[in-house]
């Protein structure tokens, strides 16, 4: 990682980080044509690159570009930063990256930023190469790393397949080498018919000592993946898997409860939590709130009822809301106090973003709540 400069006072943002966000705003309005232009200026100078792309665009087109201007906006925030493009680098292995491809990517994203931002001189441009070269480098060594001791990928083989519902798939599959993972964590999965095309799915049990891997799956509207997932997998059929990641697990140094909310598929790792604590033999409360829109779409309500009669620190409340936006956080409000838990939220965004105001506003602290990105870089089981 290339030498820090002084970190400015705490509070105050440096020069650089001001010349960035205030590139980013000045781009903001006109952000497609951005990611339009990064992308033409990419294959066309770098065709090499190419291949490490879908074949289809539409869903990966802004991931990239929204990847390298997130590190952006966080580059006085060196722990938010660097752990952020450790997994970043660590997960683009899978592709097939290589360190040679980051200047044609730095190259490439200069020159989309000069074309549309408003203000674009060498005091500018230098900030963004400062940035990007510290992007770049923490990427190349989290992945140097990280090949010396896991491959880039898994190939699993799907081992049982069982439709819960007509758009519900709970997936069970066992990987070719072992697959070290924490309950709470993600993966990304590749099909075989839909090649460079990967999405994320939480692990939806503790690690097993068989070393088997279940995942919840829901088919939406285009989903490739989960379609496929869904409607076309079956046992035999082999598909790929990328490096878990993820930082909603349980700390074990400390006897507080868990209150877990999961919102349709987003039980599958509360499931996973609720059978880590379970696992390491402790006692504490552990609260579960399992939202869906039916008595239908609550497919693994048994399971979750089964593991509450074995363990009496288990409590689990079913929520059906039918509205078109369920309020799955509203249902807290009626129990508590929280005060003595750690928070752990997984399910569509919507649910994640109001579950995370409902419990700040019943006083559980920002920092023991905890959820993974919502955004479509890691929306996990959708």
Same mark, same amino acid.
């Not at 409607?231 to 059929?237: C, K, L, S, T, V």
């Not at 965004?349 to 479509?376: F, K, T």
């Given at each position: 990682m290339p030498v820090q400069r002084a970190a400015p006072p705490s509070g105050e943002a440096s020069p650089d980080a001001l010349v960035i966000r205030r590139t980013m705003a000045e781009i903001a309005p006109v952000a497609d044509k951005v990611t339009s232009y990064f992308y033409a200026l990419l294959f066309i100078r770098h065709p090499e690159v190419r291949p490490l792309f879908p074949a289809a665009m539409d869903v990966q087109r802004e991931?990239? +570009? /929204?990847?390298?201007?997130? @590190?952006?906006?966080?580059?006085?925030?060196?722990?938010?930063?660097?752990?952020?493009?450790?997994?970043?680098g660590r997960g683009h292995r899978k592709y097939g990256t290589r360190p040679e491809y980051?200047?044609?990517v730095g190259e490439c994203l200069i020159g989309a930023l000069s074309q549309y931002a408003a203000v674009w001189n060498p005091e500018t441009e230098a900030a963004w190469v400062r940035a990007y070269t510290t992007i770049s480098q923490v990427m190349i060594d989290a992945a140097a790393a990280d090949g010396l001791r896991a491959p880039a990928w898994w190939h699993a083989e799907v081992v049982t397949h069982d +439709? /819960?519902?007509?758009?519900? @798939?709970?997936?069970?599959?066992?990987?070719?080498?072992?697959?070290p993972f924490l309950a709470g964590q993600y993966t990304s999965v590749e099909t075989p018919w839909w090649p460079r095309v990967w999405r994320h799915y939480s692990f939806a049990s503790a690690p097993r000592s068989d070393g088997l891997l279940t995942f919840h799956v829901k088919a939406v509207p285009a989903g490739w993946v989960s379609n496929a997932l869904v409607h076309r997998a079956r046992p035999g059929d082999v598909i790929r898997l990328g490096p878990p990641t993820g930082s909603m697990t349980v700390d074990h140094t400390t006897a507080d409860g868990l209150l877990c909310l999961g919102g349709g598929t987003g039980i599958a790792p509360i499931k996973a939590l609720a059978e880590d604590v379970a696992e390491h033999g402790e006692r504490r409360p552990v609260e579960v709130f399992y939202g869906a829109r039916s008595d239908h779409d609550l497919y693994d309500i048994d399971t979750m009822l089964r593991l509450r009669q074995s363990h009496p620190w288990l409590s689990v409340h079913a929520v059906v809301d039918q509205r078109p936006h369920p309020q799955l956080p509203d249902a807290i409000r009626e129990y508590g106090p929280w005060n003595e838990y750690d928070a752990y939220l997984s399910g569509p965004p919507g649910m994640i973003r109001s579950g995370v105001d409902a419990l700040r506003h019943s006083g559980i602290p920002s920092d023991r709540i905890r959820h993974d990105a919502v955004d479509e870089l890691v929306v996990v089981g959708y």
């Amino acid at each position: 990682m290339p030498v820090q400069r002084a970190a400015p006072p705490s509070g105050e943002a440096s020069p650089d980080a001001l010349v960035i966000r205030r590139t980013m705003a000045e781009i903001a309005p006109v952000a497609d044509k951005v990611t339009s232009y990064f992308y033409a200026l990419l294959f066309i100078r770098h065709p090499e690159v190419r291949p490490l792309f879908p074949a289809a665009m539409d869903v990966q087109r802004e991931r990239l +570009l /929204r990847a390298l201007l997130t @590190a952006a906006e966080h580059i006085d925030d060196t722990p938010v930063l660097v752990d952020y493009l450790q997994n970043l680098g660590r997960g683009h292995r899978k592709y097939g990256t290589r360190p040679e491809y980051y200047p044609a990517v730095g190259e490439c994203l200069i020159g989309a930023l000069s074309q549309y931002a408003a203000v674009w001189n060498p005091e500018t441009e230098a900030a963004w190469v400062r940035a990007y070269t510290t992007i770049s480098q923490v990427m190349i060594d989290a992945a140097a790393a990280d090949g010396l001791r896991a491959p880039a990928w898994w190939h699993a083989e799907v081992v049982t397949h069982d +439709l /819960r519902t007509s758009d519900v @798939a709970v997936l069970t599959v066992r990987p070719d080498q072992p697959y070290p993972f924490l309950a709470g964590q993600y993966t990304s999965v590749e099909t075989p018919w839909w090649p460079r095309v990967w999405r994320h799915y939480s692990f939806a049990s503790a690690p097993r000592s068989d070393g088997l891997l279940t995942f919840h799956v829901k088919a939406v509207p285009a989903g490739w993946v989960s379609n496929a997932l869904v409607h076309r997998a079956r046992p035999g059929d082999v598909i790929r898997l990328g490096p878990p990641t993820g930082s909603m697990t349980v700390d074990h140094t400390t006897a507080d409860g868990l209150l877990c909310l999961g919102g349709g598929t987003g039980i599958a790792p509360i499931k996973a939590l609720a059978e880590d604590v379970a696992e390491h033999g402790e006692r504490r409360p552990v609260e579960v709130f399992y939202g869906a829109r039916s008595d239908h779409d609550l497919y693994d309500i048994d399971t979750m009822l089964r593991l509450r009669q074995s363990h009496p620190w288990l409590s689990v409340h079913a929520v059906v809301d039918q509205r078109p936006h369920p309020q799955l956080p509203d249902a807290i409000r009626e129990y508590g106090p929280w005060n003595e838990y750690d928070a752990y939220l997984s399910g569509p965004p919507g649910m994640i973003r109001s579950g995370v105001d409902a419990l700040r506003h019943s006083g559980i602290p920002s920092d023991r709540i905890r959820h993974d990105a919502v955004d479509e870089l890691v929306v996990v089981g959708y």
